[in-house]
């Protein structure tokens, strides 16, 4: 199993990007997806949830209307775009997939993360 994030980097307050997650090695379209991040210093908290169909989001107050989440089952890909960044966005951004087994056990995979950083 695989989860592998792409497209963090350095941005002006304003700014926009687009992060990525690709997972490979599970069934991904089985899977509510999510992406985390965490700051220096601070816990890890979760930003944004897609779930297996696509059919619903939610997202954390702090990046409702800014940040959009989504996902192409059929590329095994899930999308998070950023727009009017601000320096309190900067983290590390983890890409996560959950699902429950037919215990009804959590089970949960995790990327390496991809660094954001908003500064001018």
């Known amino acids: 199993v695989q989860l592998v994030e792409s ?3 350095l941005v002006q307050p ?3 990007l687009r992060l990525s997650c690709a997972g490979s090695g599970f069934t991904f379209s089985n899977y509510a997806m999510s992406w985390y991040r965490q700051a220096p210093g601070k816990e890890r908290e979760l930003v944004a949830t897609i ?3 696509g059919v619903s989001t939610y997202y954390a107050d702090s990046v409702k209307g800014r940040f959009t989440i989504s996902r192409d089952n059929a590329k095994n890909t899930m999308y998070l775009q950023m727009n009017s960044l ?3 966005d900067t983290a590390v951004y983890y890409c ?3 699902t429950r087994d037919y ?3 959590w089970i949960d ?3 390496q993360g991809t660094q954001v950083t908003v500064s001018s």
């Open 7 to 9: 497209g963090g980097g």
């Open 14 to 16: 304003g700014g926009s």
């Open 51 to 53: 779930t297996s169909a």
């Open 86 to 88: 601000k320096p309190e």
């Open 96 to 98: 996560n997939a959950r």
């Open 103 to 105: 215990t009804f056990r």
């Open 109 to 111: 995979y995790w990327g």
